[in-house]
């Protein structure tokens, strides 16, 4: 190795291992700094304490020798029209930076106006800046606020008075200029990760719900466009591009609407997500009740009232994850498969909605309590509100990944499915050639042999007439099983043509069994636009039916009735031995009435009825009388 090196050495100038050391310097001090990004920059400050003038009338000099109180970290006061009054204590740098520039970092940049005073400058004020403040005005414009502090003797004080309509946390540094460069690059990259993976949720659940139209990310799209919004004036972007020809206060109006708007839209796609989950009524309630502040929060803030419309809207930032934790523990619909196939119809397991919820209570809170002035935050909690923007987005590309699972399991299952469905299929074609083949062969064989015997009957022979009726009844059996293999292939062709309703019934009844039995009526002059043989199949099977099911000797009754635009033929019997035919499955396929079992039947012929009567654009009901009966045919005229 060692030769490998001098050769290496040896062959590579110097100014090039200059440049290989200058990269490996960059890249050490570029992971150094992606280390550091929480770390702070050398702080100045010694003791830090607070004062408040609830009137807002004293002046610096009343102040100056007050009883101020010690604080440590970030001063959360709440909301209060009442006057904060901060004291800093500066510390004597170290003997090599005594030289060095100070600068006053103030966070978080909601804040309305800040004025500072320093007593090493002749009148006093050192500055002043804040919301109210167009921040193209300002000494520096950053991230923050920040004024450079005048160079004098170390150790002392300054103080700074803040007056704001939001929430008072207050954090303040005094750093050097050295320190200041150094840590700036640092937050804005921190901000600009942040922004931009808020940004890249917004768009892509925008652009999703264009393509699917799936409402649940589209609700999420609308959420983290509002957060975006508000991260990007939370965090100062807004404030570095404002344009010096729009008023300051703009701004200040901009950041306090969305953040109202961006805690409603938050509280909405919860809402939404828990719905397919059943929430209980109070839930229900609690949450609309929530979202209703947001028209009455806009109310107030534009008669005036900024202060309240904020301090309703981070009591609904604390309230709302307690309310949203309750209703996932307490929901109904654990367990019950989902309705749909979109976004908010995929159940993520319980534990893992709640456990989400508990997270959000403790994030979202943390960040409320100071806001509300209820309990001291550090410096992180002046964050913790954008963290619910990323953390609810890692909930919904989670609950994306598990659709996404199931769909692929889905679609898995759907093709084993289909392959065994066409298999199936294909042998139920086969199946049926083959039964067409077997069916057309036994017609022939059968028909014919039946034929030959019908004709050779001695018609004064014994059991004659029993003999024939057996026949016709085999060869209906035959051309019924034909018609309905028919229906079931698609293979009927209806041929309209113009025929005589008398004509078609006047063959029938003479066909049929007992034509003697069999009324028709009178003036039944009527044409319709039919299949002929259909019609005489349908008329045939009614009319057998009848002759076969009724009472001996009964008559049978045909009764035409001419309604316009159709004709109704009504063909009734009394009911004999087989009794009354159960209305509900009088047009099942092989239905026979438990009465009937006695007589030769298939089944068959009213499903087929109903099929063929379906072919002509017609309509076959039973409607039975209390003395009779009765089936109703009903057929277009043309």
């Given at each position: 190795?060692?030769?490998?090196?001098?050769?290496?050495?040896?062959?590579?100038?110097?100014?090039?291992?200059?440049?290989?050391?200058?990269?490996?310097?960059?890249?050490?001090?570029?992971?150094?700094?992606?280390?550091?990004?929480?770390?702070?920059?050398?702080?100045?400050?010694?003791?830090?304490?607070?004062?408040?003038?609830?009137?807002?009338?004293?002046?610096?000099?009343?102040?100056?020798?007050?009883?101020?109180?010690?604080?440590?970290?970030?001063?959360?006061?709440?909301?209060?029209?009442?006057?904060?009054?901060?004291?800093?204590?500066?510390?004597?740098?170290?003997?090599?930076?005594?030289?060095?520039?100070?600068?006053?970092?103030?966070?978080?940049?909601?804040?309305?106006?800040?004025?500072?005073?320093?007593?090493?400058?002749?009148?006093?004020?050192?500055?002043?800046?804040?919301?109210?403040?167009?921040?193209?005005?300002?000494?520096?414009?950053?991230?923050?606020?920040?004024?450079?502090?005048?160079?004098?003797?170390?150790?002392?004080?300054?103080?700074?008075?803040?007056?704001?309509?939001?929430?008072?946390?207050?954090?303040?540094?005094?750093?050097?200029?050295?320190?200041?460069?150094?840590?700036?690059?640092?937050?804005?990259?921190?901000?600009?990760?942040?922004?931009?993976?808020?940004?890249?949720?917004?768009?892509?659940?925008?652009?999703?719900?264009?393509?699917?139209?799936?409402?649940?990310?589209?609700?999420?799209?609308?959420?983290?466009?509002?957060?975006?919004?508000?991260?990007?004036?939370?965090?100062?972007?807004?404030?570095?591009?404002?344009?010096?020809?729009?008023?300051?206060?703009?701004?200040?109006?901009?950041?306090?609407?969305?953040?109202?708007?961006?805690?409603?839209?938050?509280?909405?796609?919860?809402?939404?997500?828990?719905?397919?989950?059943?929430?209980?009524?109070?839930?229900?309630?609690?949450?609309?009740?929530?979202?209703?502040?947001?028209?009455?929060?806009?109310?107030?803030?534009?008669?005036?009232?900024?202060?309240?419309?904020?301090?309703?809207?981070?009591?609904?930032?604390?309230?709302?994850?307690?309310?949203?934790?309750?209703?996932?523990?307490?929901?109904?619909?654990?367990?019950?498969?989902?309705?749909?196939?979109?976004?908010?119809?995929?159940?993520?397991?319980?534990?893992?909605?709640?456990?989400?919820?508990?997270?959000?209570?403790?994030?979202?809170?943390?960040?409320?309590?100071?806001?509300?002035?209820?309990?001291?935050?550090?410096?992180?909690g002046l964050y913790l509100v954008q963290a619910h923007g990323l953390a609810s987005a890692l909930m919904v590309v989670l609950l994306l990944q598990y659709r996404t699972h199931l769909m692929r399991k889905a679609q898995f299952e759907n093709q084993s499915l289909l392959a065994r469905t066409q298999l199936q299929a294909e042998q139920d074609r086969r199946l049926r050639d083959e039964q067409e083949k077997l069916l057309a062969m036994l017609t022939h064989e059968l028909k014919t042999p039946l034929a030959t015997i019908?004709?050779?009957?001695?018609?004064?022979?014994?059991?004659?007439?029993?003999?024939?009726?057996?026949?016709?009844?085999?060869?209906?059996?035959?051309?019924?099983?034909?018609?309905?293999?028919?229906?079931?292939?698609?293979?009927?062709?209806?041929?309209?043509?113009?025929?005589?309703?008398?004509?078609?019934?006047?063959?029938?009844?003479?066909?049929?069994?007992?034509?003697?039995?069999?009324?028709?009526?009178?003036?039944?002059?009527?044409?319709?636009?039919?299949?002929?043989?259909?019609?005489?199949?349908?008329?045939?099977?009614?009319?057998?039916?009848?002759?076969?099911?009724?009472?001996?000797?009964?008559?049978?009754?045909?009764?035409?009735?001419?309604?316009?635009?159709?004709?109704?033929?009504?063909?009734?019997?009394?009911?004999?031995?087989?009794?009354?035919?159960?209305?509900?499955?009088?047009?099942?396929?092989?239905?026979?009435?438990?009465?009937?079992?006695?007589?030769?039947?298939?089944?068959?012929?009213?499903?087929?009825?109903?099929?063929?009567?379906?072919?002509?654009?017609?309509?076959?009901?039973?409607?039975?009388?209390?003395?009779?009966?009765?089936?109703?045919?009903?057929?277009?005229?043309?």
């Amino acid at each position: 190795m060692e030769k490998i090196a001098v050769y290496f050495h040896g062959h590579i100038s110097s100014e090039t291992l200059m440049r290989i050391d200058n990269i490996r310097r960059n890249l050490v001090a570029g992971l150094m700094a992606l280390v550091a990004f929480s770390a702070s920059a050398e702080d100045f400050i010694s003791q830090r304490s607070w004062l408040e003038d609830e009137g807002g009338q004293q002046t610096l000099e009343q102040v100056r020798n007050s009883g101020f109180r010690p604080y440590e970290g970030v001063l959360s006061k709440g909301f209060g029209h009442s006057v904060i009054w901060v004291k800093l204590k500066i510390a004597a740098p170290a003997e090599e930076q005594q030289t060095a520039k100070l600068f006053l970092r103030l966070r978080p940049v909601y804040l309305d106006s800040i004025q500072v005073f320093d007593p090493a400058v002749s009148e006093g004020i050192t500055g002043q800046t804040g919301d109210i403040f167009h921040p193209g005005l300002q000494a520096m414009r950053g991230l923050d606020f920040m004024l450079p502090l005048a160079d004098g003797p170390l150790p002392r004080d300054i103080f700074f008075r803040v007056i704001s309509s939001s929430t008072r946390q207050i954090y303040a540094e005094v750093v050097s200029e050295k320190s200041l460069l150094q840590q700036m690059p640092q937050q804005h990259l921190l901000f600009a990760l942040y922004i931009g993976a808020v940004f890249i949720f917004a768009v892509w659940g925008l652009s999703y719900w264009a393509f699917t139209k799936d409402r649940m990310v589209g609700l999420f799209g609308v959420k983290q466009t509002a957060a975006l919004v508000y991260a990007l004036c939370s965090l100062g972007y807004m404030r570095m591009w404002w344009p010096m020809s729009w008023p300051a206060g703009w701004l200040d109006h901009l950041a306090s609407l969305f953040s109202m708007l961006a805690t409603s839209a938050a509280i909405y796609f919860h809402y939404a997500f828990l719905q397919d989950y059943q929430l209980r009524r109070w839930a229900v309630w609690v949450l609309r009740g929530l979202l209703f502040l947001l028209p009455i929060n806009l109310l107030i803030f534009w008669t005036g009232h900024s202060m309240l419309a904020l301090k309703i809207n981070m009591g609904s930032v604390l309230l709302g994850p307690f309310v949203m934790l309750g209703a996932a523990w307490t929901a109904k619909g654990w367990g019950v498969e989902p309705r749909g196939q979109g976004v908010s119809d995929i159940k993520l397991p319980r534990f893992l909605v709640v456990g989400f919820y508990s997270l959000i209570v403790v994030i979202l809170g943390l960040a409320a309590l100071p806001g509300l002035g209820l309990a001291r935050g550090g410096e992180i909690g002046l964050y913790l509100v954008q963290a619910h923007g990323l953390a609810s987005a890692l909930m919904v590309v989670l609950l994306l990944q598990y659709r996404t699972h199931l769909m692929r399991k889905a679609q898995f299952e759907n093709q084993s499915l289909l392959a065994r469905t066409q298999l199936q299929a294909e042998q139920d074609r086969r199946l049926r050639d083959e039964q067409e083949k077997l069916l057309a062969m036994l017609t022939h064989e059968l028909k014919t042999p039946l034929a030959t015997i019908y004709m050779r009957l001695d018609e004064q022979g014994k059991n004659a007439n029993a003999i024939k009726k057996s026949i016709r009844e085999m060869n209906n059996v035959i051309d019924r099983c034909v018609q309905i293999n028919k229906v079931h292939d698609h293979k009927l062709q209806v041929q309209m043509e113009n025929v005589d309703l008398i004509e078609i019934l006047c063959d029938v009844v003479s066909g049929a069994p007992t034509p003697e039995r069999i009324g028709l009526p009178p003036n039944l002059a009527l044409r319709l636009s039919t299949d002929r043989q259909l019609l005489s199949i349908v008329l045939s099977n009614l009319v057998e039916n009848a002759c076969k099911y009724s009472a001996k000797e009964t008559p049978i009754y045909i009764e035409q009735q001419d309604l316009g635009d159709v004709v109704q033929l009504s063909i009734c019997n009394l009911p004999g031995r087989a009794g009354w035919p159960q209305e509900a499955r009088v047009f099942e396929k092989y239905y026979r009435s438990p009465g009937a079992q006695g007589q030769a039947g298939t089944g068959l012929g009213l499903f087929l009825v109903r099929s063929l009567v379906l072919s002509l654009r017609g309509h076959i009901a039973y409607k039975p009388t209390s003395q009779h009966v009765c089936f109703v045919l009903t057929l277009p005229k043309d």
